[in-house]
């Protein structure tokens, strides 16, 4: 079964395009990676695919799940971690995470918040507001947030931006070990090296347009940075 299925998305902003068409496979199990240039439509994709934002045209289904039919069932299915934390400042990191429990219907919510906050390196910081918290610390809570319901799905945006090395190192260590439990992981990233060790199958996104697609098997870095090059221009440029 695919996880994620896109089948002739569309996205328009008015006069704007950001998406032309894209038709994407992603079965249960793998890690993709999406490369492109800034503009690319990149985040637009993977905020429709994380029901924030609807298609103009096109179907989007999470396993077999349609998206415009219903958007809290898939929500259920996936995590996703962005440029925006989507915490609360006012709140501390354990209220943060106890709200989400609530919302994704946990059962035993105070040990999954325990052993979250423990994973991440928060568990001292845990009555603390993350109003005061770093850049990197707030990222650490927002993998501990994406995380907490065990989602089958995880989707990435730019994750490792603001990451301290040992949160980096974190967040590196969880997606190989989410990869060794068979769960599905999209990724968006510019790092070519980053994103080559992380997958095993990745696509090149240019102007709204799924530009190419293959397996990470067997590909070198040097390869890569080839094919990305020949599809959307010097890498300096995007």
């Not at 068409?21 to 439509?41: H, Y």
């Not at 925006?84 to 501390?92: A, I, N």
Request: proline share 3%; no cysteine; hydrophobic share 35%.
């Amino acid at each position: 079964m695919n996880a994620i299925e896109l089948s002739n998305v569309t996205r328009r902003f008015g006069h704007l395009t950001a998406l032309r068409g894209v038709t994407l496979s992603i079965p249960e199990g793998q890690t993709f990676t999406l490369f492109g240039p800034n503009g690319a439509g990149k985040s637009t994709l993977l905020r429709i695919i994380a029901t924030l934002g609807k298609p103009t045209s096109g179907t989007v289904h999470i396993r077999n799940i349609d998206v415009r039919e219903s958007p809290e069932q898939v929500r259920t299915h996936i995590g996703l971690i962005s440029h925006h934390t989507l915490l609360y400042d006012d709140l501390t990191a354990r209220e943060n995470l106890t709200f989400y429990a609530k919302m994704y219907g946990l059962k035993n919510k105070s040990e999954s918040v325990d052993e979250a906050l423990l994973t991440v390196g928060l568990a001292d910081r845990h009555k603390d507001r993350v109003r005061g918290f770093s850049r990197g610390m707030k990222q650490r809570l927002a993998i501990a947030r994406a995380t907490l319901h065990q989602p089958e799905i995880l989707l990435l945006d730019e994750p490792f931006t603001g990451l301290d090395t040992a949160a980096r190192s974190l967040l590196s260590d969880m997606i190989f070990n989410l990869r060794a439990k068979g769960r599905t992981i999209l990724l968006v990233t510019h790092d070519l090296a980053q994103g080559l060790t992380l997958s095993n199958h990745f696509g090149i996104l240019k102007r709204g347009e799924l530009v190419h697609e293959s397996p990470t098997e067997n590909i070198t870095e040097t390869e890569l940075r080839t094919i990305y090059e020949r599809h959307v221009g010097n890498l300096t440029q995007g």
